[in-house]
């Protein structure tokens, strides 16, 4: 493997997130129990919010909590029904299950890798409590339909915007689109905090409801009135991430750049399906995916001829999450065809703000040569 190895997503930090360590340290306030939250956790969210433009920010402690937090702030309960991509990182459809509900999964497009809205349709029963549309990759799901859908059946709509951090649809940000957002700060995503995560909302109600499930259903201290959990976001991850704030119009910009770079270097290749981004709609480029439409079988090689050029090209991912080992015991009553498709025939690239320019040209050239 190649010494100056290209991973395929790296969190990007420097002197400035030190020293605001540095400064909570200092301060002596670590965390906050109450609703509220702490000093820098209030920081964060009121700049988080601003930057997207939705009223209410809530901080919490990983992606996964801001989608646990959502459901049980949305009431979805045992006996409910909650639908999800069948193609997606598990923690989508695993969160519905911690709520006692059960996920039932939609196939998706294989032009945009997002939740199908004809697959969606064919799922509402009597028992549909919410839909949760992936902006998967960093490409916003087409939400009007998602919503008036939503609207026309009386159910909540939680938007997983883990992977979409300033992606925008019809000039709005991801994460003001649903009734509620849910954003992941993992180390790999667009900005991160190391863990961490947020919850978005418009709802006065719902954001009340998000920071007394945060915290153990408090609301004073010691009177926990609905079911809550520990959810807290420390006070050094939010003084990280208000700094990753100020850098993620950049992150942004880069990701950008490299993107077109790839797009501009692999257009001629007709054995990949390089990614879309639709009138209307921009794309943060979380991950650059590109699909074989020949061949498929090569895929894993491929990847591995990449990895062995220092190239982290990766699979995102190899089984659609109704086939995972957890899943088989539910019944299942959709298709998922394009899921299994996509499955075996997609792989990511590398165009995270730490990939140079002329990096990002060799990872062309090393694509075309791994195909030969």
């Known amino acids: 493997m190649a010494s100056s190895f290209i991973p395929i997503n790296k969190p990007i930090m420097g002197d ?35 930057f997207i433009g939705v009223r209410y920010a809530v901080a919490v402690s990983s992606g996964s909590a801001a989608l646990h937090a959502a459901l049980l702030a949305a009431g979805v309960k045992p006996g409910d ?27 998706i497009s294989t032009e945009t890798y997002n939740i199908d809205l004809e697959s969606v349709k064919k799922l509402i029963s009597a028992r549909t409590k919410a839909i949760i549309p992936v902006h998967l990759y960093g490409l916003p799901a087409d939400m009007d339909p998602v919503m008036e859908l939503a609207e026309e059946h009386g159910l909540m709509v939680i938007e997983d915007a883990a992977q979409a951090h300033g992606a925008k649809y019809k000039g709005r940000y991801t994460g003001t689109l649903g009734h509620m957002a849910c954003f992941s700060f993992y180390p790999s995503k667009i900005i991160s905090t190391g863990e961490g ?15 007394s499930i945060r915290t153990h259903g408090q609301v004073k201290g010691f009177d926990s009135k609905i079911l809550g959990h520990n959810y807290r976001m420390p006070e ?22 490299n993107a077109k770079l790839l797009t501009e270097g692999l257009s001629d290749l007709d054995e990949l399906k390089l990614p879309v981004e639709p009138p209307g709609l921009n794309h943060c480029w979380y991950l650059y995916t590109v699909r074989l439409t020949k061949r498929q079988y090569l895929r894993d090689l491929i ?40 499955s075996r025939s ?17 990872i062309t050239k090393e694509v075309k040569k791994a195909l030969t």
């Not at 605001?20 to 702490?38: E, F, H, M, N, Y």
């Not at 029904?81 to 196939?107: H, Q, S, W, Y």
């Not at 939010?238 to 950008?256: C, N, T």
């Not at 990847?303 to 220092?310: D, I, S, T, W």
């Open 346 to 362: 997609v792989f990511q690239l590398p165009v995270h703000p730490g990939v140079s320019e002329e990096q990002a040209l060799n």
């Open 81 to 107: 029904e909650v639908i999800v991509p069948a193609f997606t990182f598990p923690a989508t459809a695993n969160m519905v299950l911690m709520a006692g509900a059960k996920p039932v999964f939609a196939d």
């Open 303 to 342: 990847v591995k001829r990449l990895n062995q050029a220092g190239i982290g090209a990766a699979i995102y991912y190899e089984t659609p999450v109704p086939l995972l080992p957890l899943y088989s015991r539910l019944r299942r009553r959709s298709t998922y065809l394009n899921a299994i498709v996509a």
């Open 16 to 50: 400035e997130e030190v020293e605001a360590v540095k400064q909570v340290i200092a301060s002596g306030i670590l965390t906050d129990w109450r609703p509220q939250g702490g000093p820098m956790n209030r920081r964060f969210e009121e700049c988080f919010a601003s």
């Open 236 to 257: 050094i991850e939010a003084a990280i991430g208000l700094v990753q704030m100020k850098r993620l119009p950049g992150f942004l910009e880069a990701r950008r750049r």
């Open 197 to 211: 995560g947020m919850v978005t909302t418009n709802d006065e109600e719902l954001a009340l409801k998000l920071r």
